[in-house]
Nanobody
Framework: VQLQASGGGLVQTGGSLRLSCAAS????????IGWFRQAPGKEREFVGA????????STRDSVKGRVAISRDKARNTVYLQMNSLIPEDTAVYYC???????????????????????WGQGTQVTVSS
């Protein structure tokens, strides 16, 4: 599975960005797609993910209420809409893919970094104050 992230950039506080993660490859449609971010000097942080079935979740923590995540199954693309951006959102945003499970995957499992085996190159988001 190949992952291409795009949509990052420089934005002012309060602005919006929409990140896209396009998954390609023979088995791309059978993978859950997630977004993580990592700021300088900080640990990687889960932002959101969409399962193959289209169930999407986002973190309840730092971006609560400010992000919307969705999946276009026909395009194997997951979108991360981020609104009301603040400087603390500055990070490299990575999209990633995990093989689908045949059983229900709860939110805890969806957000677990170790289940994601394919990682894209990342896209930089910078929010100026």
């Amino acid at each position: 599975v190949q992952l291409q992230a795009s949509g990052g950039g420089l934005v002012q506080t309060g602005g919006s960005l929409r990140l896209s993660c396009a998954a390609s490859g023979r088995t791309a449609s059978s993978h859950d797609i997630g977004w993580f971010r990592q700021a300088p000097g900080k640990e990687r942080e889960f932002v959101g993910a969409c399962s193959v079935s289209g169930r999407c979740i986002s973190t309840r923590d730092s971006v609560k209420g400010r992000v919307a995540i969705s999946r276009d199954k026909a395009r194997n693309t997951v979108y991360l809409q981020m609104n009301s951006l603040i400087p603390e959102d500055t990070a490299v945003y990575y999209c990633t893919a995990a093989p689908r499970r045949t059983v229900f995957v709860d939110d805890s499992e969806m957000s677990r970094p170790s289940r994601y085996i394919y990682w894209g190159q990342g896209t930089q988001v910078t929010v100026s104050s």
